[in-house]
């Protein structure tokens, strides 16, 4: 199918695009890599009246460090964070996410913060985000900037805490220390495709003990899901080398499928996802130890 009809506006400032989308919030769409909005707009499951494309807005792309912060760009393309350099525990996450985002040509052109603010529960970035307790910093002409911690920026499956009028400008991350084991493990049917279940690890060690852990899961709710009890069973404990067969990644695992409320469709039904969340969990920590 062809897309509705609509108005086509590229603004070349941020204060051109912010009065842009106050002028009507409701009907206008931004248009970033256009990755998921056109294929949407294609199939008429979104009809704005105005795109309106950002990508000759200056200053929205490309990382910076702000102190013990990473500040990525809201149209930072997914293959610039695949390219990024750095042997840090965070660098060495995000590229491994970044490996598994669709195909080379959706990579080219698709954004971070498109990613973020289409807000499927299965998409890399979006676990990323909210693994790390990121901070998205959003503009809009009426209100300014503001901060939205990613713990209460997704709503639900393609519903974010942004209001219409505003832009997601940026969003800042956490750097890890060495201390940390980073991990990011997903099943997919075929390569390139949204993940069935995805899970991603940071763990905090000190002599061999775990201080701090943070797991998050994709696919099994309508937003990414924390497993604070895979989280308690982690902390406190000490690590194998040889984690995969571990009974603490079994502990783990167990304790995170025994929390999550998996839906059935027709990628899988609740056990099947259950079984890949456990699968996933010990993949992800692993990596995070063979490191
Ligand atoms: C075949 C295929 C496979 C894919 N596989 C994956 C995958 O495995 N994992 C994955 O994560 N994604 C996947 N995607 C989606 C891809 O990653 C998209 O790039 C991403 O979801 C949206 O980014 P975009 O820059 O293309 O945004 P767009 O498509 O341009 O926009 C998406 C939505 O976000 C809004 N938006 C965009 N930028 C902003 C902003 N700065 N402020 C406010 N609103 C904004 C738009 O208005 C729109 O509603 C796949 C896509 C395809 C076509």
Redesign the pocket.
């Given at each position: 199918m062809k897309p509705s009809s609509f108005e086509y506006v590229r603004p070349e400032s941020l204060a051109e695009t912010l009065d842009l989308l106050h002028q009507d919030p409701e009907e206008s769409?931004?248009?970033?890599?256009?990755?998921?909005?056109?294929?949407?707009m294609n199939f008429r499951l979104?009809r704005?009246s105005r795109l309106i494309d950002?990508n000759r807005v200056p200053g929205?792309a490309g990382t910076r460090v702000e102190g013990d912060r990473l500040v990525i760009g809201?149209?930072t393309r997914?293959l610039a964070v695949q390219n990024m350099s750095g042997a840090d525990p965070l660098a060495r996450l995000l590229r491994s996410a970044a490996a598994?985002?669709?195909?080379l040509p959706?990579?080219t052109?698709?954004?971070?913060?498109?990613?973020l603010?289409?807000s499927?529960a299965?998409?890399?970035?979006?676990l990323i985000a909210r693994l790390l307790d990121a901070t998205m910093v959003?503009e809009s002409r009426a209100r300014g900037r503001r901060e939205i911690p990613a713990a209460d920026f997704f709503l639900s499956i393609?519903t974010t805490a942004?209001e219409p009028d505003?832009?997601?400008?940026e969003v800042s991350l956490p750097r890890l220390g060495d201390e940390h084991r980073t991990g990011f493990a997903e099943f997919?049917r075929r390569a390139?495709?949204?993940?069935i279940v995805a899970v991603t690890t940071d763990l905090a060690v000190e002599k061999g003990v775990v201080t701090h852990a943070r797991v998050c899961i994709g696919g099994v709710a309508d937003t990414p899901f924390r497993s604070g009890a895979a989280e308690a069973t982690l902390v406190g404990q000490r690590l194998d080398d040889d984690i995969a067969t571990s009974p603490l990644a079994r502990a783990a695992a167990e304790a995170a499928a025994s929390e999550v409320d998996p839906p059935s469709d027709a990628h899988g039904d609740a056990p099947y996802r259950r079984d890949l969340v456990r699968a996933m969990l010990t993949s992800s920590l692993a990596q995070g130890v063979a490191r």
């Open positions: 769409k931004v248009l970033a890599g256009g990755q998921s909005l056109v294929p949407m979104a704005p950002i929205l809201t149209r997914h598994h985002v669709g195909h959706i990579r052109r698709g954004t971070f913060g498109g990613s603010a289409h499927d299965a998409s890399e970035w979006c959003v393609f942004m505003e832009l997601l400008v997919a390139g495709d949204f993940a």
